[in-house]
């Protein structure tokens, strides 16, 4: 991330007078546990140096006024009373953000806002949870709110489920809040319960390359609400909960029990990522880096064959990687294009990003974008 100055320069360009605060909150990339949020199920994220920066203060009235350094233009500005779609486009985002903490009962007053942020857009790296988690960290800070962590995780997520639209489950949101540096966040999407386990891959001689295939986005929301709700479906058939609720022992009869093909395979993916999350947390306690490549590898299987929301980009970037020598390689985030990761050997890791690009390009594909990802803080005030 850039530094606090250069929201805080945007700030005092667009309002005449200099923020009383400046905050931050990263970007995520997934190391495993995908689709499985919204099953209440098991995650493993860690928060990205990309991020996105809030420069803000407080104002007389009701009024938000907010600029963005990446969308010039004149202020965005709403009501604090806003409404879910009465503002669109990136400030809804924002709007959101202040919708959510006042229908949960906190008092805000206005406010004047200026946004930087440098996540890649449209990479599935979580551009709008940062936005999100940077506005609500921001807000909490302004107004003294005491929340908690999660509780302003949970505000952001709820904007974005009902006042944007999209009905994410809440990793995003929890990973931009409560990432730490040099650690992946174990979290248990149930109970919201944490664990920071250590991972820093260059002390074993390792890297974790996030590549961005730069594929366009397919059809992802009516998708991804689509799993959504079969996977609902597939749980009250079963009479569960959710579909965390089901073992990996009872799996086998829980498919028997299922006559849909399709409920089948997403059941399974559930089922088997959560253990994957499981296992991959066993062995980085462990201390055994290496062996959660294959477990990344089999994620990304049963992403391409159960849950399908692989496309061939992905598929061709994993297979790619594996060929030029990565531990192992899965897709990140909700699918339909975005990034892949690749554990690599440090000293390997550009043979692997030259071996992706050589066949994206005899594929026809646009050129991939790579580079290591360190975990890095969360949300947090910079000034
Ligand atoms: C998107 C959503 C998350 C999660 C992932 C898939 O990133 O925002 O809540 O469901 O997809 O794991």
């Known amino acids: 991330m850039t530094a606090a100055s250069e929201p805080a320069g945007t ?34 994220p860690m928060a990205l140096p990309h991020g996105v920066r809030a420069a803000a203060a407080r104002t007389d009235g009701s009024t938000v006024r907010v600029v963005s350094r990446q969308e010039p233009g004149e202020p965005a500005t709403f009501g604090t009373d806003a409404e879910p779609g009465s503002v669109t486009g990136w400030a809804a985002y924002v709007a959101g953000v202040v919708w959510s903490l006042r229908s949960s009962g906190f008092e805000l007053g206005g406010a004047d806002i200026a946004i930087d942020g440098d996540v890649p857009a449209g990479a599935g790296l979580s551009s709008s949870a940062a936005l999100e988690c940077a506005v609500a960290t921001a807000l909490a800070g302004l107004f003294g709110l005491d929340l908690e962590d999660a509780e302003l995780a949970r505000a952001a997520q709820r904007a974005e489920n009902e006042f944007v639209g999209m009905p994410c489950g809440v990793m995003d949101q929890m990973a931009s809040m409560s990432a730490t540096a040099d650690h992946l966040l174990f979290l248990d999407t149930r109970s919201l319960a ?29 998708e991804y609400a689509d799993r959504r709700r079969t996977c609902e479906k597939a749980a009250a058939a079963l009479g569960v909960r959710m579909l965390r609720d089901v073992t990996s022992d009872a799996l086998p009869g829980a498919l028997s029990r299922l006559d849909d093909e399709v409920q089948r395979r997403r059941v399974r993916h559930v089922v088997t990522e959560n253990e994957r999350v499981l296992g991959v947390v066993r062995r980085l306690r462990a201390g055994d880096i ?12 049963s992403l391409r064959d159960d849950y399908e929301v692989t496309v061939p980009e992905l598929d061709t970037a994993v297979d790619a990687a594996l060929a030029a020598g990565a531990l192992g390689a899965r897709m990140t985030g909700g699918g339909f294009g975005g990034c892949v990761i ?5 000293d390997e890791a550009a043979t692997v990003l030259a071996g992706v690009r050589e066949s994206f390009a005899r594929n026809g ?7 290591a990802a360190t975990p890095s803080p969360g949300a947090r005030r910079l000034s």
Not at 365 to 371: K, M, N, T, V, Y
């Open 11 to 44: 700030f005092t360009a667009a309002f005449g007078r200099p923020p009383e605060g400046v905050w931050a909150a990263p970007g995520r990339v997934n190391v495993i546990g995908e689709h499985t949020d919204y099953n209440e199920g098991f995650v493993l």
């Open 194 to 222: 944490t664990e920071q386990v250590p991972f820093v891959p260059t002390a074993h001689g390792r890297t974790l390359l996030v590549l961005d295939t730069r594929a366009p986005h397919r059809l992802v929301d009516g």
């Open 290 to 301: 290496d062996g959660i490549g294959p477990l990344l590898t089999a994620s990304h299987a």
């Open 342 to 346: 690749a554990l690599v050997a440090e």
């Open 365 to 371: 594909f646009a050129e991939p974008a790579g580079f």
